[in-house]
């Protein structure tokens, strides 16, 4: 029986994982992974404009994996069903970023269903890659091969290896000087005889360029998801900094054994197409770079580990500032709210009433009051004395009256 479930982002009514996707119980990781890719492939939306329903069954499917793919999840539905995840508080949304490379592709589908995610990979290069009908050009190792590949397009490329070139390494890049969008690709081989996609990286600008590169050289080499890192910053964007190495992923295949391996340059472009050059090293005469890169790789990773710690010690600071800063800003109106009680205390010290603006001399009670006013009385009449002080306070008058018209003042004032 299913169990209802709440939300968008998983299915109406839950069913057995196992029975979604048509495994058992003891099946292996891989068996499950397959089941995954051909169900998903099935009820890919874009195959399936016309049917609503399989928007839903493909979001069964992934949502079912997303446990199956999961060893602690799966354990625990495998001992207590659903309700030991409900308590865990399991949320697709979330978890899908954590299925695997394998699932990138179906993984960007979910944008249809409400989930923000990269651009897809066209249905038609996956089906056709999983039933073997793509037509797979040779690149030798130590060679390179340029082209234009269509948009939402790929070009397969087989890398045949020694196992001597196997123990040294081997790193597949892809560059495009006109600094083209495009997605390196890597296959497995899957039980049918198709390809399985199984690794994924999205090309960056990196100077002048756009690159992308797998490293398959015995150690563990990490990529960084750039979707990580924007929903972590979208989450929290004052913490942009400490979310920088966050998306970081760690590669799941490391190493390749000798034989030949699928590689495909996808033309990531929706409107033109993509310009590229691919080339395949052997890492036995580059010992040098391969030791640098296992070193900067560790450097990096102690880093993330000490940028979580140090987060938390800024935040801490960055608590106790805003505690301060706000004491500052309310001291600060304190203080300024005192002196401006004691000026006006002070003010109240003296045997001056208040003047009434509107009033006439009269209200003036002291001295010095009625000696200023005599002085104004005196300013109005400059001439009374008729010396050197009226012609002087004489042209202040004159100077205060440039502005008026006509002579009459001037005859006045002669």
């Known amino acids: 029986m299913g169990s209802k479930m709440e939300g968008t982002s998983t299915p109406a009514v839950r069913r057995d994982p196992y029975e979604v996707l048509s495994v058992s119980r003891d099946s292996t990781d891989q068996e499950i992974k397959t089941a995954y890719r051909k169900l998903a492939l099935k009820y890919h939306p874009d195959k399936n404009a016309s049917n609503p329903e399989a928007s839903e069954l493909f979001k069964e499917v992934a949502y079912s994996y997303n446990i199956l793919s999961d060893p602690e999840k799966r354990r625990q539905y495998d001992s207590a069903g659903f309700e030991a995840l409900d308590a865990d508080s399991m949320d697709m949304e979330i978890d899908l970023s954590n299925l695997g490379t394998v699932n990138t592709m179906f993984a960007a589908l979910f944008s249809k269903l409400g989930v923000p995610i990269k651009t897809t990979i066209s249905a038609?290069?996956?089906?056709?890659?999983?039933?073997?009908?793509?037509?797979?050009r040779p690149l030798p190792i130590g060679t390179s091969v340029s082209g234009k590949v269509e948009k939402q397009c790929a070009h397969f490329f087989g890398v045949t290896i020694s196992e001597q070139q196997a123990e040294s390494g081997i790193v597949v890049r892809v560059t495009s000087t006109a600094q083209s969008k495009f997605k390196l690709l890597y296959f497995e081989q899957d039980a049918n005889g198709g390809y399985g996609l199984a690794l994924q990286e999205d090309s960056e600008k990196t100077g002048k360029v756009t690159s992308a590169g797998m490293y398959f050289l015995h150690f563990q080499v990490y990529r960084m998801d750039s979707t990580v890192n924007a929903l972590a910053m979208a989450k929290d964007p004052e913490?942009?900094?400490?979310?920088?190495?966050?998306?970081?992923?760690p590669c799941e295949v490391s190493?390749?054994?000798?034989?030949?391996?699928?590689?495909?340059?996808?033309?990531?472009?929706?409107?033109?197409?993509?310009?590229?050059?691919?080339?395949?090293?052997?890492?036995?005469?580059?010992?040098?770079?391969?030791?640098?890169?296992?070193?900067i790789e560790a450097?990096?990773?102690?880093?993330?580990?000490?940028?979580?710690?140090?987060?938390s010690e800024y935040r801490k600071a960055l608590a106790r500032y805003q505690e301060v800063t706000d004491r500052y800003a309310k001291e600060k109106q304190s203080v300024d709210e005192l002196l401006k009680q004691?000026?006006?205390?002070?003010?109240?010290?003296?045997?001056?009433?208040?003047?009434?603006i509107s009033g006439s001399g009269s209200n003036l009670s002291n001295g010095s009051s009625s000696k200023i006013s005599g002085e104004d009385s005196k300013g109005e009449s400059p001439g009374e004395d008729g010396g050197s002080d009226g012609r002087d306070k004489s042209g202040k008058k004159k100077w205060f009256n440039l502005n008026l018209k006509g002579s009459g003042s001037d005859k006045r004032l002669i």
């Open 239 to 249: 913490g942009a900094f400490f979310k920088r190495l966050e998306g970081l992923q």
């Open 299 to 311: 450097q990096i990773l102690r880093k993330r580990n000490e940028l979580r710690q140090f987060e």
């Open 124 to 136: 038609n290069v996956l089906e056709e890659a999983l039933n073997g009908t793509v037509t797979v």
């Open 255 to 295: 190493e390749l054994k000798p034989g030949t391996h699928i590689f495909a340059v996808y033309g990531d472009n929706f409107f033109k197409t993509a310009s590229y050059t691919i080339e395949a090293v052997c890492a036995e005469s580059l010992e040098d770079t391969t030791e640098k890169l296992k070193d």
């Open 342 to 356: 004691r000026d006006g205390i002070h003010s109240t010290f003296t045997i001056v009433k208040p003047t009434n």
